[in-house]
């Protein structure tokens, strides 16, 4: 008998080898044996099991070890399988997805030794207040009894949906059950675990799992996972396809934050899995936010969701909202900050209140470009500009650098085209580098810092930013969207969104919605106490979105953006599924997926099934890394019927690579 197999770390190819007598007896497809490969032993999971040797074998092949258990919860083979038809994965995929994380030793033996965080020890509990005891009394049978029950918690801003999931981690844990907690940010899930670990001290073991726990701290989770003691694991992608026998909660919070999707192919989506994998276990599912998405509130209005709301502030109240036009030049203090939002950062700042403000946009500017000629610096291996960075150390742009490949060089001399003198470059735009060197020029009596991808990136920096204005160490904090998730800063009295409509018009059919959820979100950490909140929303144009922010009338804003839906017949109406074609050659990569194209909707016509087919397209940033890039879309009544159609693709005709993404919205 010969097995092949893929791997669960290191070589990405499928290898065969042979099945000794010893092995023999019940090994099948999906199942976990260790194999040789040189002088290591590697787990690996069988893909194809064959009592013919395989013809074209240039070397002599080796037996496998030994079969080994991953984990023996046939509930978790079954999510794992689900999840690759969902994605046209084999299924391996995501058994290794986890293992990378984790060592070849503890996948073996199924524990390590668990390392509680050490913590203070939190001395008071907040009294729930009516709304909160209602939400908890209504999903805690659920948690007791395991019972598929999925719930939107729509809790305005800081109403206090962190203590309805702490209760009901509690009561979960009371019946032998552990508990996945999703955020959407590594820096929330950071945070959230210090939390966590401060509130179930002594009680519950809470571990944080995702890239940038610590590799002895992965191992300790899938010990820990193993175990069949309640445990907490909190992270962004990773936790949702741990194997966690006694899982009896997931919750997700943010649920409608973009962070959930991932950036890389197959670009799995946590939300939906974990919708998923609650279904399979049958265990309650948690969604929580202030701002829902559009697809979850519709869930709720065609009964697939139950709803529990948290309408009030637990202490405070709504912030006052205050637009302001960007457009009129006399009245600004400088070209980003105008007289009002001058005025207002004075007064906060001579009560000893606290300022954050907000824009969606990291770098120093937008983009470099020549006043001779107009030519922009552009990325060698993307198809985009570079945005000039501005170094740790530099007093002045010292860097172009791509967003979307990290590659990086220094400002040219003179332009590429027109050879005309760097020194007449004009920078476009503006960042969050740029921002706080304007905010201290104009304020600098004040201690102001900025917040954003590039200092979340190192971890200790970012921690230290976030806790230094817990203190009131910051009296101005400047960021992107980061700042936006789930931060209670309960002196903050005053947000500044410094360009509202940067984002509005994003060439997707959610960028309204998008930007509704990140403008009052960020709007939100304002007012979060006694103190008085207010909001100021400077804008180039007068958008109606912008006198909708009230979150009270945020569900009036979702109904009207689904009756738009509805009737161009997008999601949550249908299913909305990518097919990305990617290859080196842009005339190859071209070709392919015009065929690919034409022979999808060929195979919908021959099986009769209602797909319309879109594409292909050159997307805005249609080179990456060197890699070209095109479109195809697919709209379907359901999923199943995309499924029927590229049952019958046959991605292997193609010298292009073929991704397929479903789209969820």
Same mark, same amino acid.
């Given at each position: 008998?010969?097995?092949?197999?893929?791997?669960?770390?290191?070589?990405?190819?499928?290898?065969?080898?042979?099945?000794?007598?010893?092995?023999?007896?019940?090994?099948?497809?999906?199942?976990?044996?260790?194999?040789?490969?040189?002088?290591?032993?590697?787990?690996?999971?069988?893909?194809?099991?064959?009592?013919?040797?395989?013809?074209?074998?240039?070397?002599?092949?080796?037996?496998?070890?030994?079969?080994?258990?991953?984990?023996?919860?046939?509930?978790?083979?079954?999510?794992?399988?689900?999840?690759?038809?969902?994605?046209?994965?084999?299924?391996?995929?995501?058994?290794?997805?986890?293992?990378?994380?984790? &060592?070849?030793?503890?996948?073996?033996? /199924? =524990?390590? *030794?668990? @390392? #509680?965080?050490?913590?203070?020890? +939190?001395?008071?509990?907040?009294?729930?207040?009516?709304?909160?005891?209602?939400?908890?009394?209504?999903?805690?049978?659920?948690?007791?009894?395991?019972?598929?029950?999925? &719930?939107?918690?729509?809790?305005?801003? /800081? =109403?206090? *949906?962190? @203590? #309805?999931?702490?209760?009901?981690? +509690?009561?979960?844990?009371?019946?032998?059950?552990?508990?996945?907690?999703?955020?959407?940010?590594?820096?929330?899930?950071?945070?959230?675990?210090?939390?966590?670990?401060?509130?179930?001290?002594?009680?519950?073991?809470?571990?944080?799992?995702?890239?940038?726990?610590?590799?002895?701290?992965?191992?300790?989770?899938?010990?820990?996972?193993?175990?069949?003691?309640?445990?907490?694991?909190?992270?962004?992608?990773?936790?949702?396809?741990?194997?966690?026998?006694?899982?009896?909660?997931?919750?997700?919070?943010?649920?409608?934050?973009?962070?959930?999707?991932?950036?890389?192919?197959?670009?799995?989506?946590?939300?939906?899995?974990?919708?998923?994998?609650?279904?399979?276990?049958?265990?309650?599912?948690?969604?929580?936010?202030?701002?829902?998405?559009?697809?979850?509130?519709?869930?709720?209005?065609?009964?697939?969701?139950?709803?529990?709301?948290?309408?009030?502030?637990?202490?405070?109240?709504?912030?006052?909202?205050?637009?302001?036009?960007?457009?009129?030049?006399?009245?600004?203090?400088?070209?980003?900050?105008?007289?009002?939002?001058?005025?207002?950062?004075?007064?906060?700042?001579?009560?000893?209140?606290?300022?954050?403000?907000?824009?969606?946009?990291?770098?120093?500017?937008?983009?470099?470009?020549?006043?001779?000629?107009?030519?922009?610096?552009?990325?060698?291996?993307?198809?985009?500009?570079?945005?000039?960075?501005?170094?740790?150390?530099?007093?002045?742009?010292?860097?172009?650098?791509?967003?979307?490949?990290?590659?990086?060089?220094?400002?040219?001399?003179?332009?590429?085209?027109?050879?005309?003198?760097?020194?007449?470059?004009?920078?476009?735009?503006?960042?969050?580098?740029?921002?706080?060197?304007?905010?201290?020029?104009?304020?600098?009596?004040?201690?102001?810092?900025?917040?954003?991808?590039?200092?979340?990136?190192?971890?200790?920096?970012?921690?230290?930013?976030?806790?230094?204005?817990?203190?009131?160490?910051?009296?101005?904090?400047?960021?992107?969207?980061?700042?936006?998730?789930?931060?209670?800063?309960?002196?903050?009295?005053?947000?500044?969104?410094?360009?509202?409509?940067?984002?509005?018009?994003?060439?997707?059919?959610?960028?309204?919605?998008?930007?509704?959820?990140?403008?009052?979100?960020?709007?939100?950490?304002?007012?979060?106490?006694?103190?008085?909140?207010?909001?100021?929303?400077?804008?180039?144009?007068?958008?109606?979105?912008?006198?909708?922010?009230?979150?009270?009338?945020?569900?009036?804003?979702?109904?009207?953006?689904?009756?738009?839906?509805?009737?161009?017949?997008?999601?949550?109406?249908?299913?909305?599924?990518?097919?990305?074609?990617?290859?080196?050659?842009?005339?190859?990569?071209?070709?392919?997926?015009?065929?690919?194209?034409?022979?999808?909707?060929?195979?919908?016509?021959?099986?009769?099934?209602?797909?319309?087919?879109?594409?292909?397209?050159?997307?805005?940033?249609?080179?990456?890394?060197?890699?070209?890039?095109?479109?195809?879309?697919?709209?379907?009544?359901?999923?199943?019927?995309?499924?029927?159609?590229?049952?019958?693709?046959?991605?292997?005709?193609?010298?292009?690579?073929?991704?397929?993404?479903?789209?969820?919205?």
């Amino acid at each position: 008998m010969f097995v092949r197999v893929f791997l669960l770390r290191g070589w990405r190819e499928p290898l065969w080898y042979r099945v000794p007598e010893s092995c023999a007896a019940g090994l099948a497809r999906g199942m976990c044996v260790r194999v040789p490969l040189r002088a290591e032993v590697i787990p690996a999971v069988v893909t194809d099991v064959s009592s013919i040797l395989p013809k074209g074998l240039a070397f002599k092949l080796r037996d496998i070890i030994d079969i080994i258990s991953l984990t023996s919860d046939e509930r978790f083979k079954s999510f794992a399988e689900k999840a690759a038809r969902f994605y046209f994965r084999e299924q391996h995929y995501f058994f290794r997805r986890i293992q990378h994380f984790l &060592t070849a030793d503890v996948v073996d033996k /199924g =524990s390590s *030794k668990l @390392e #509680v965080l050490s913590v203070e020890v +939190e001395k008071k509990r907040p009294q729930l207040t009516p709304a909160q005891l209602d939400a908890v009394e209504a999903i805690a049978p659920a948690c007791e009894s395991s019972k598929f029950y999925p &719930t939107l918690l729509h809790g305005v801003t /800081g =109403s206090g *949906k962190t @203590e #309805v999931y702490r209760r009901l981690i +509690e009561i979960t844990a009371k019946s032998g059950k552990s508990t996945i907690l999703l955020l959407p940010e590594v820096s929330l899930a950071m945070q959230f675990t210090s939390l966590a670990a401060r509130a179930f001290a002594n009680k519950i073991p809470v571990f944080g799992f995702h890239s940038a726990s610590k590799k002895s701290d992965r191992a300790a989770v899938f010990g820990a996972a193993q175990s069949g003691e309640p445990v907490i694991i909190i992270g962004v992608h990773l936790p949702i396809f741990l194997p966690i026998p006694n899982l009896g909660l997931i919750i997700i919070d943010e649920e409608h934050e973009q962070g959930y999707q991932e950036k890389k192919h197959p670009r799995v989506n946590s939300k939906e899995m974990a919708l998923m994998r609650a279904k399979i276990y049958g265990i309650p599912i948690v969604l929580g936010s202030a701002t829902p998405s559009i697809a979850s509130l519709h869930g709720v209005n065609n009964g697939t969701l139950k709803c529990v709301k948290l309408p009030e502030r637990f202490i405070g109240d709504f912030p006052e909202v205050i637009r302001v036009p960007l457009r009129h030049r006399e009245k600004r203090r400088s070209f980003w900050i105008t007289n009002e939002l001058d005025r207002l950062i004075k007064d906060r700042l001579e009560k000893k209140q606290q300022i954050i403000l907000f824009l969606n946009r990291r770098g120093h500017c937008f983009f470099v470009q020549c006043k001779s000629c107009g030519e922009s610096v552009v990325c060698p291996h993307c198809s985009v500009t570079l945005t000039p960075h501005r170094t740790r150390t530099a007093t002045e742009n010292s860097e172009l650098r791509c967003h979307y490949c990290d590659y990086s060089r220094d400002i040219p001399n003179e332009c590429c085209k027109c050879s005309a003198s760097g020194k007449d470059f004009k920078f476009k735009g503006i960042g969050t580098q740029q921002l706080i060197t304007i905010i201290r020029d104009l304020y600098p009596e004040a201690r102001a810092e900025r917040a954003d991808f590039d200092t979340a990136s190192r971890k200790k920096e970012w921690v230290e930013t976030i806790d230094k204005f817990s203190r009131g160490e910051i009296d101005i904090l400047v960021g992107t969207q980061i700042v936006t998730k789930g931060y209670h800063f309960p002196n903050v009295t005053l947000v500044g969104v410094i360009w509202a409509d940067l984002n509005l018009n994003m060439p997707i059919f959610n960028a309204r919605e998008v930007a509704m959820q990140k403008l009052i979100q960020v709007a939100g950490r304002s007012g979060r106490s006694l103190k008085k909140g207010l909001v100021v929303i400077q804008s180039m144009v007068d958008d109606p979105l912008f006198r909708s922010l009230d979150e009270r009338d945020y569900v009036k804003f979702c109904n009207r953006e689904l009756e738009i839906r509805k009737n161009a017949w997008y999601p949550p109406f249908c299913r909305f599924v990518q097919i990305e074609c990617r290859g080196d050659e842009s005339q190859q990569v071209e070709q392919d997926a015009d065929v690919a194209a034409d022979l999808l909707e060929e195979i919908s016509e021959q099986q009769k099934i209602a797909i319309s087919v879109f594409g292909p397209v050159k997307p805005a940033v249609h080179k990456v890394q060197k890699v070209e890039i095109r479109h195809i879309f697919l709209k379907a009544a359901t999923f199943d019927e995309v499924h029927q159609v590229l049952r019958h693709f046959d991605f292997n005709n193609f010298s292009s690579q073929f991704f397929v993404t479903p789209t969820v919205g």
